[in-house]
């Protein structure tokens, strides 16, 4: 809803429907009951235009960021895009504030993103001549916290501070990555891959984590992505991910395994041949329990396949016709748009390699009533 609301925001600008006494009396709504609301429009306004007089509005960044919710949220949305407007000592005073809260992983794990793309900016603005330098050298050093953070991760005689705590390492280690050339290490990769693959042997205080899976999937895909090296250390992992037997009354096990699929598809489109290898483990999910899996499964083959990543051969064929009796409707209509759109006249070869029996139980199931091939024909004759 947020994206339509910044597409109508800037045709708004664009047509001179916002003006500044529209922007004044929605700033009058700040600090009301209408707070929230007031913010969210002047979020999706700060995208597209500058807004008057909201530095005022945001001077208490300190003790916005110190209530991490939704509200901390928005005003760290408008600053992402106003931040331009504060003076150079207010700027550098902010760098400071933003990067120890991260330093001490102070920040809600939602926000470490914006957070840091603000520090990035900012530190563009400061820095102008060494900001690449500069910009390496906090990343990097985020990062080695996170790490060291994470080290005993999987020990036992927690508390939920600690937790937060190591779930909020684990995000800054994700975002962090993505503004330096620094890799993560091989020990911090063995501690995610048992997170995945060893979970049920691990002491009850690491199950106790929220999304603590789901979270190592993110960053081992985020980290595959950026370096071939890392894909071919992550997607065996994820690959096993796949042919792991999971609890379908499980949803966080379950949000787990689709995360992995789709974690797989963005590793094949940048690196083909090393996802290759696990499109049998995609196809065993295609039998999954939860037909939530079995339609990512599907969707994603349908991207892939569409967009010409990966190509129809060997028994991955029949591993998609077998979709087309799958028991969830939704289903068996996206595997039959998948038959259509790739099962063309012009790429048949395929199911005619395959069997003669293949071949015609895909034209008289698929082709529409009243369009019966020549091809048909001939089989029936057969």
Request: with cysteine; glycine share 2%.
């Amino acid at each position: 809803m947020r994206k339509h609301l910044s597409k109508a925001c800037s045709l708004w600008v664009k047509n001179g429907v916002i003006t500044k006494s529209m922007i004044s009396n929605l700033q009058s709504h700040i600090d009301t009951d209408n707070t929230i609301g007031a913010w969210i429009l002047l979020a999706a306004l700060a995208e597209n235009m500058k807004i008057p007089n909201i530095d005022k509005y945001i001077a208490d960044y300190k003790e916005v960021i110190r209530k991490n919710d939704f509200h901390a949220s928005l005003v760290l949305h408008v600053l992402r895009h106003a931040w331009s407007i504060l003076n150079h000592d207010y700027l550098e005073d902010l760098y400071q504030h933003l990067y120890k809260c991260i330093c001490h992983f102070e920040i809600n794990f939602n926000l470490i993103s914006i957070c840091l793309d603000i520090l990035n900016s900012i530190l563009r603005y400061l820095h102008v001549d060494q900001s690449n330098h500069v910009i390496e050298s906090d990343m990097v050093e985020l990062m080695k916290l996170s790490e060291m953070e994470i080290q005993d991760l999987l020990k036992e005689n927690r508390n939920c501070t600690q937790d937060t705590v190591k779930i909020r390492a684990v995000f800054t280690l994700s975002h962090a990555s993505l503004f330096c050339t620094n890799k993560i290490s091989s020990s911090t990769l063995r501690i995610f891959e048992r997170l995945l693959l060893q979970w049920e042997s691990l002491p009850d205080t690491v199950k106790e984590i929220k999304d603590l899976q789901a979270s190592a999937v993110v960053l081992l895909c985020q980290q595959a992505l950026r370096d071939r090296e890392v894909a071919k250390k992550v997607t065996p992992i994820l690959g096993n991910v796949m042919r792991q037997e999971m609890n379908s009354n499980s949803l966080i096990k379950t949000s787990v395994k689709i995360n992995a699929a789709k974690a797989l598809a963005d590793i094949c489109v940048r690196f083909t041949a090393l996802v290759e290898p696990y499109l049998p483990d995609l196809c065993i999910s295609m039998k999954d329990p939860n037909p939530a899996v079995r339609e990512a499964i599907v969707v994603i083959f349908i991207e892939l396949l569409l967009e010409d990543f990966i190509k129809m051969k060997g028994p991955f064929f029949f591993h998609i016709l077998m979709m087309l009796s799958d028991t969830n409707s939704m289903i068996r209509e996206l595997t039959t748009f998948l038959v259509e759109e790739t099962f063309n006249e012009e790429q048949d070869t395929l199911i005619s390699q395959q069997s003669r029996f293949w071949r015609a139980y895909i034209i008289t199931t698929i082709a529409a009533p009243g369009k019966r091939t020549a091809d048909t024909e001939c089989s029936n004759k057969r």
